[in-house]
Nanobody, 117 residues
Framework: QVQLVESGGGLVQPGGSLRLSCAAS???????MGWYRQAPGKQREFIAK???????DYADSMEDRFTISRNNAKLTVDLQMNNLKPEDTAVYYC????????????WGQGTQVTVSS
């Protein structure tokens, strides 16, 4: 089992920045880690992911303002979010896929991000 704990959410004004962090435990290595979000009344959507080898993938609408990074030794993954907009308001979830040859994923509890003046 993999446990994921997110941190860094909060209230930010439009145009501001936030950095989310996720710490994983329960395994010595994780193939892929990523971030999703879910706004009220909407489906959970993919933001970005990064493999243990450093390969990143972003949703088309996210790459210009969001940057994902990870520390393999610490099993952490961060999401730097810049120029935040009210429509970025959502619960942000950390996601981990421990094994390359197994599609099973684990989820964190989520952290709330609210963009409002």
């Amino acid at each position: 089992q993999v446990q994921l704990v997110e941190s860094g959410g909060g209230l930010v004004q439009p145009g501001g920045s936030l950095r989310l962090s996720c710490a994983a435990s329960g395994m010595s290595s994780i193939y892929e880690m990523g971030w999703y979000r879910q706004a009220p009344g909407k489906q959970r959507e993919f933001i970005a992911k990064v493999t243990s080898g450093g390969t990143t993938d972003y949703a088309d609408s996210m790459e210009d303002r969001f940057t994902i990074s990870r520390n393999n030794a610490k099993l952490t993954v961060d999401l730097q979010m810049n120029n935040l907009k009210p429509e970025d308001t959502a619960v942000y979830y950390c996601n981990a896929r421990p094994l390359f040859n197994n599609p099973r994923r684990f989820w964190g509890q989520g952290t709330q991000v609210t963009v409002s003046s």
